[in-house]
Nanobody, 116 residues
Framework: QVQLVESGGGLVQAGGSLRLSCAAS????????ISWFRQAPGKEREFVAG????????YYRDSVKGRFIISRDNAKNTTYLQMNSLEPEDTAVYYC?????????WGQGTQVTVSL
């Protein structure tokens, strides 16, 4: 059974940092892109960052460029999201996402709360 499990969320003050992890099990995701999405209360889920299977390509939404860094360690089957200079607007549940053979996999989410 394929699972994506996020960890690393929490409460942080504005300007602080957090590192999220997304650990995959049941299947090696090394050949496949992994993305991070987030969903704030009352809002739609939105793309945050993505990384190709080989880690040669990364993508970010404009509002996190220069603050967030996505990376992966395929030996550990884990993807990371380093979040710096956090803002209250970053408060949301963060999900990792991957797709293999047209099957979509989502993690359960991890809460990130940024206070003033």
């Amino acid at each position: 059974q394929v699972q994506l499990v996020e960890s690393g969320g929490g409460l942080v003050q504005a300007g602080g940092s957090l590192r999220l992890s997304c650990a995959a099990s049941g299947r090696t995701f090394g050949m496949y892109a992994i993305s991070w999405f987030r969903q704030a209360p009352g809002k739609e889920r939105e793309f945050v960052a993505g990384i190709s299977g080989s880690a040669t390509s990364t993508y970010y939404r404009d509002s996190v460029k220069g603050r967030f860094i996505i990376s992966r360690d395929n030996a550990k089957n884990t993807t990371y999201l380093q979040m710096n200079s956090l803002e209250p607007e970053d408060t949301a549940v963060y999900y990792c996402y991957g797709a293999i053979d047209s099957i979509h996999y989502w993690g359960q989410g991890t809460q990130v709360t940024v206070s003033l």
